[in-house]
């Protein structure tokens, strides 16, 4: 078994598949239960240091992860923590919001 600290993480950029920059890790969840990772907390930010917002995305939707970046699938959807529509990663990065994960879990980032 490899094992890899989550602090080397920190800061690792967040990319879809294609390309689009989503944001930086922040954090990282782990399930209380079984010690598994369950998300990734991301900043986005509209201006570099000006508007800065959180999203949380879940486990199932990341494609590979090392310690420079993390490739999330294309088409996720992060869900605003207002209770309003979910909207596409490619929308949420552009107009980024605090959010829950996709899968309806509620975040601790």
């Not at 094992?3 to 782990?30: H, N, P, Q, Y």
């Not at 991301?42 to 990341?62: R, Y």
Request: glycine residues 8%.
């Amino acid at each position: 078994m490899t094992r890899i600290r989550a602090k080397r993480f920190m800061g690792a950029a967040v990319r879809t598949r294609s390309g689009l920059v989503v944001g930086k890790v922040i954090d990282i969840e782990f399930d209380a239960d079984d010690g598994r990772m369950a998300a990734i907390c991301v900043k986005t930010g509209l201006v570099a240091g000006l508007i800065e917002d959180q999203a949380v995305i879940a486990w199932s939707q990341i494609v590979s992860m090392n310690e420079r970046e993390v490739i999330v699938e294309d088409g996720i959807s992060v869900q605003r923590k207002k209770g309003l529509a979910s909207l596409s990663i490619e929308r949420f990065a552009q107009r980024s919001s605090d959010a829950v994960m996709s899968d309806g879990a509620e975040s601790t980032c």
